[in-house]
């Protein structure tokens, strides 16, 4: 590769990068749904360039609007280009201040293109003798490369010099302009000479020289030998206007009178107030960490550069430590008298079962903070105030209903709390919370993520103070004066946010209804649930990984049969060349890297036709079901309940629905045998029974009722099976002639289009033909036309909002649904048809689970506990002697956790296990 002097003149091809980023993958957008991903590209390699050259004098160049002086010689120039598209118009404005805010210049000049203020910059340099490094993916610059101008591509690593241009093209750099006038450039429409190719321009350049040349020398080309030699001196001369005009075109002016020069265009200094605002926007989260760490450096091309101190975004510095009692006094006074003040908990784990409290932190206005250790134990700690009597201090105040406290993701502090009897109350938010429901298409609402986001403040880590991997320290080993301001921070922060976040809520008042009359509530049963957990049969889920095992073997054994030879199941690379070179099975997909793909879904579609590919699928499934469940559960059980505990995540998914972990209760299998077997071991105590209740085909009510179909709203009316009468209606037989064949494709049908499937789609699930699966879809919306006009309404409706809405006013966000690129506009149409039906069905069981949590705290002690909420099910332990009384009271407040235009069903199982309940 060439060599690049040190402190190279670096000229920039904004324009060039500009085009390859936007088209380019990832294609980001920021949680406004505004596109990012050029921008992101064209800075990531600004950055690049700036840490591996450290130039002191730079210029990004972009071409400016309008026409150039090639368009008024040649009006058919760069004509058959679209126009930008909206998508990146939208990003260059943003574009041109972070460059500005990086100290980096910016020269757009009028009539000429980027590559002419490029050339000349790099003319006037290399005269000078200053090296000069052009950075472009453009070939035609190679026209520019001297002694002392080298191209460096930073998307291919590829650097040019006067040498690799000759092994690169088969040409010199004095050639270059003669190589593009005689083949021409269908991108810029530059015509050539008409049947000359790469090929052939190289052998005539080689074999005589420059194009001046050829024309002295016509004679000589048919001795070249190349191809069409013999009838290429007619050709051109017919057509030597042509290459003439192509030769000026593409020739690069070198001589644009410009106002700036080298010794101008020095890098300037970062402004980083205008960057963290600009990253902020843009949701550049880890460029943003940095300039608030100030690792950037002060100089925007300089990486040696001294740098300034950052000023924190927020002041820690005013943060009081809490050891004596007088100032315990104090604090407790002014949390009383505060209107409303955060609250945070330091704890040993981050599993809620196991964490033992550390020390509290407090904020009563931005600043204003303090922590109160009770228990940090290392060598050397101060003397502390003892934990029960703080406790006991403070529990008036957290129980107070009275007294407004926020917190961020309370349910973890909530959980911690009640194992030392503290029911803290008066919780009116939650700053995770207040994130999530304002948009829950961002996928990052911890607190950190959070203070970037929207404080433009770097929080002290975790790992700052504790450190990483398997010597971070638990925080009672942390040290006070490294643990105090981070715990105080925490709560300044906390505040901070809610002060922010809250009137973005406010202003949509069905978004601060969702909040207050669901979210929150929700918090605090979901703390309940968890700390209930669930009884599990450890002896029998022993007994299943046995099986399991044994199964597992088998299946190997049985792969290693059909392949003739043994390998390694779990190994892509092993399983690739034997499906594809050895049995040469067809490839479906491949993976980004070209290789052949041996995904899920491919393995499901070769398994239709090959034995290989199914006996994998089960081998990995029985495998999963063995190392997450079987394995993992009897390890879970806590020591201290003997039950498992599982985590529900309130701001994970975008349309609102629960996820758990540890374990993950939400992907045991129902529908094969061994993901029953595994719900037989979820089993009641002594005395009592597993209820297990679930909506019937809810999101297909909601449908009803969202598209306002008369023959689904009479069908759900009149207490037909929908299925049954979708297919009758479909096939057009009678209610009662309906086959078992007909209702599982009318159910597939049903299921489909509410995810918002094609006709392709539906053909691949029920194995039959595109055209029959759309004629099954065509007779489908003629039967229940509502369903149409509700799936077209919401399309346009999301098109012109960027967002849909569930019947309570969750908003789905969709950064795609105005996307060029065509698989990510259909996605993003899915997901608006199918959003409101899902999410309502969230929010339903959502509002279930708090109407029933209140009905139990009602009911005789220990006779029932919600111990598990599964998709659209919520299971109990319901003491025998209950079961008669409680079951339908239990169905009854499901049914009417929300009114719809069709009955809501709820169906209840019970029995000894979750599996016999189910």
């Known amino acids: 590769m060439a060599q690049i002097p040190e402190n190279p003149f670096v000229l920039v091809d904004g324009s ?6 936007f088209y380019a993958p990832p294609h980001l957008t920021n949680s406004a749904g505004e596109p ?22 730079i210029a990004v160049v972009f071409d400016a609007k309008g026409k150039t002086f090639r368009d008024d010689m040649f009006p058919e120039y760069k004509a058959q280009r679209p126009s930008m598209p909206d998508d990146l118009r939208s990003q260059v404005a943003p574009l041109y201040e972070i460059i500005e805010a990086l100290g980096l210049p910016i020269i757009v000049h009028e009539g000429v293109e980027a590559d002419d203020v490029i050339g000349t910059l790099a003319r006037q340099a290399s005269a000078q003798g200053i090296a000069t490094l052009i950075s472009t993916g453009d070939k035609d610059m190679a026209q520019l490369v001297d002694e002392h101008v080298t191209l460096i591509n930073t998307m291919t690593d590829t650097v040019l010099d006067p040498a690799g241009v000759t092994e690169k093209f088969g040409i010199g750099p004095e050639l270059i302009i003669d190589y593009l006038a005689l083949m021409g450039d269908k991108v810029d429409n530059i015509p ?56 000026t075109l593409a020739t690069i002016k070198t001589d644009v009178e410009l106002s700036q020069a080298y010794p101008d265009l020095k890098a300037g200094d970062i402004n980083r107030d205008k960057l963290v605002e600009l990253y902020g926007k843009m949701e550049f989260k ?65 599993n809620y079962m196991q964490a033992e409290l550390v020390g509290f932190s407090f904020a009563i206005a931005p600043g204003e903070a303090a922590y109160l250790p009770v228990a940090h134990d290392y060598p050397g700690a ?51 919370l207040e994130s999530y429901v304002f948009n829950s298409v961002s996928n990052r609402h911890d607190m950190d993520s959070l203070a970037l986001k929207y404080l433009g403040h770097k929080a002290i880590s975790f790992e700052d103070v504790a450190g990483k991997g398997a010597k971070q320290l638990t925080f009672n080993q942390v040290p006070l004066e490294t643990a105090a301001p981070y715990a105080a921070e925490d709560a300044d922060v906390t505040l901070q946010l809610h002060q922010t976040l809250w009137p973005k809520l406010t202003e949509q008042s069905r978004l601060k209804e969702l909040f207050d009359t669901v979210e929150m509530p929700l918090a605090k049963v979901l703390s309940e649930i968890e700390r209930t957990g669930v009884l599990i049969d450890s002896d029998l889920l022993k007994q299943q990984s046995h099986s399991l095992g044994e199964a597992i073997i088998e299946l190997e054994k049985k792969a290693h049969d059909i392949a003739e030879q043994p390998f390694n199941l779990g190994s892509p690379k092993q399983l690739q060349e034997i499906l594809f070179e050895k049995m040469k099975l067809p490839v479906v997909k491949k993976t980004p890297k070209g290789a052949p793909s041996t995904a899920e879904e491919v393995l499901q579609e ?158 691949k699930q029920l194995g039959i033909g595109r055209a029959e699966a759309q004629q099954y879809m065509d007779l489908y919306f003629e039967r229940y036309p509502g369903v149409l006009t509700y799936m077209e309404t ?36 899915r997901a608006a048809i199918n959003a409101p039906m899902q999410g309502t069905a969230a929010d339903i069981i959502k509002l279930a689970m708090i109407n029933v949590a209140d009905w139990i705290a009602q009911q005789e002690a220990g006779s029932i506990r919600m111990i598990m909420q599964v998709h659209d099910e919520l299971v109990f332990e319901i003491a025998e002697d209950k079961l008669e009384s409680y079951v339908p009271q239990l169905q009854q407040l499901m049914e009417q956790a929300m009114t719809l235009d069709v009955p809501l069903i709820a169906e209840a199982g019970t029995g000894d296990n979750w599996n016999q309940a189910h």
């Open 16 to 21: 060039s990068y500009l085009y390859r980023a």
């Open 36 to 57: 990012t991903g050029a921008v992101y590209g064209v800075i990531n390699m600004l950055r690049s360039l700036i840490n591996q050259f450290s130039p002191s004098h």
């Open 192 to 247: 050539g000479v008409p049947g000359v190719g790469e090929k052939t321009a190289i052998a005539m350049l080689q074999g005589i020289g420059s194009m001046d040349e050829i024309y002295q020398r016509l004679d000589d080309l048919a001795g070249l030998g190349f191809r069409g030699s013999k009838s290429m001196a007619k050709k051109m001369t017919e057509h030597e206007d042509s290459a003439r005009m192509s030769y």
């Open 286 to 350: 880890r460029w943003l960490a940095e300039v608030l760490d100030n690792q950037a450096g002060s100089k925007g091309a300089s990486a040696t550069a001294v740098a300034e101190p950052v000023a924190s975004a927020i002041d820690t510095s005013a943060y009081e430590v809490i050891l004596e009692q007088p100032q315990l006094d104090a604090w407790l006074d002014k949390l009383r008298q505060a209107e409303l003040f955060s609250f945070d908990t330091e704890t040993t784990s981050v």
């Open 382 to 432: 101060p003397e502390q105030l003892a934990l029960d009597d703080v406790l006991a201090q403070l529990k008036p105040l957290l129980e107070d209903e009275s007294q407004a406290k926020v917190l961020q993701n309370v349910k973890y502090d909530a959980s911690v709390l009640a194992r030392y009897d503290v029911q803290i109350a008066g919780v009116t938010h939650d700053t995770m």
């Open 606 to 763: 070769l398994a239709l036709d090959y034995p290989l590919p199914a006996v994998i699928l089960e081998y990995r499934s029985l495998s999963k079901l063995k190392s997450t469940y079987t394995d993992k559960l009897p390890k879970m059980v806590d020591a201290n309940t003997g039950r498992v505990h599982t985590s529900y995540h309130q701001a994970v998914t975008a349309t609102g629905r629960l996820s758990s972990s540890d374990p993950n209760l939400q992907n045991i299998p129902i529908r094969n045998e061994q993901g029953r077997k595994i719900r037989e071991a979820f089993i009641a105590p002594a005395g009592s029974k597993v209820v297990a209740i679930d909506y019937s085909q809810i999101e297909l009510r909601i449908m009803a009722h969202l598209s306002q179909d008369k023959g689904l709203l009479e069908a759900f009316s009149a207490g037909k099976d929908i299925h049954q009468a979708t297919a009758a209606e479909v096939f057009e037989v009678p209610l009662e002639a309906v086959t078992s064949e007909q209702r599982r494709r009318a159910k597939a049908i049903n299921f489909g289009l509410i995810y918002g499937m094609s006709a392709f789609g539906l053909a």
């Open 794 to 829: 919401t399309r346009a409706n999301a098109l012109e909002d960027g967002f849909v809405e569930t019947l309570l006013g969750r908003r789905l966000h969709l950064p795609d649904i105005k996307a060029r690129n065509a698989m990510r506009k259909k996605a993003a149409e």
